[in-house]
């Protein structure tokens, strides 16, 4: 990786983060695919999220985060409204919803310019720069995406690990990262 140039670097940071929002979005669709609808919606408790509650949030934020404040889009967004929805919204739906942001917001990351990640942008409040962005929006995303497998795990008592007993992916992917 010695002499790589800023397009190098950026390039291979960009489609990096594009590559693990895919990622745990898979594991997303494959948790939301075994959950019933109840399931999807179930909270154990006022201060914790459903499934479905987790996918609306995400769905959001990212499309807060690059759509609009990276892109530059019109984003609206009822932050508060994706934790207090009960049942508001079909789980196929929602998915599906989360599904095409990640698409376009994968589109976006994977199109920056070592400019747009040095630049600084003002998203909810606070300002950041473009790396700052795009690692929060990866980082954020794996976080609620721990939450969903540790909940179809807890309500369906299923194997839903990625890596074998020795690391290796069961996806069959091949790729050097994992």
């Known amino acids: ?23 745990h979005l898979a594991q ?18 006022e201060r914790s999220n459903s499934v479905a509650n987790l996918v609306l949030h995400l769905t959001g934020n990212i499309r807060q985060w690059i759509l609009g404040g ?3 889009r019109p984003v609206e967004r009822d932050r508060q409204g994706e934790f207090d ?15 095409a942001a990640v698409r376009e917001v994968c589109g976006v990351i994977e199109g920056l310019t070592p ?15 473009g790396v700052a962005a795009v690692m929060h929006v990866v980082e954020h995303f794996a976080f609620h995406t721990g ?14 690990s990625l890596y074998d007993e020795k690391g290796h992916r069961r996806d069959g992917r ?3 990262v994992p």
Not at 28 to 45: D, H, M, T
Not at 85 to 99: F, H, I, M, Q, T
């Open 1 to 23: 990786m010695a002499g790589m140039s800023e397009r190098d670097v950026c390039r291979e940071f960009c489609g990096y983060a594009g590559e693990k929002l895919r990622d």
């Open 28 to 45: 997303i669709k494959r948790c939301a695919a075994l959950l019933s609808e109840e399931q999807a919606w179930y909270r154990p408790n």
């Open 70 to 72: 990276l892109a530059g």
């Open 85 to 99: 929805a009960r049942e508001s919204v079909r789980k196929e739906e929602a998915v599906a919803g989360l599904d």
């Open 115 to 129: 400019d747009d990640l040095m630049r600084e942008y003002r998203i909810q409040a606070y300002t950041v720069s």
């Open 147 to 160: 939450q969903i497998v540790t909940t179809t795990k807890w309500l369906l008592d299923v194997d839903l």
């Open 174 to 176: 091949k790729a050097d």
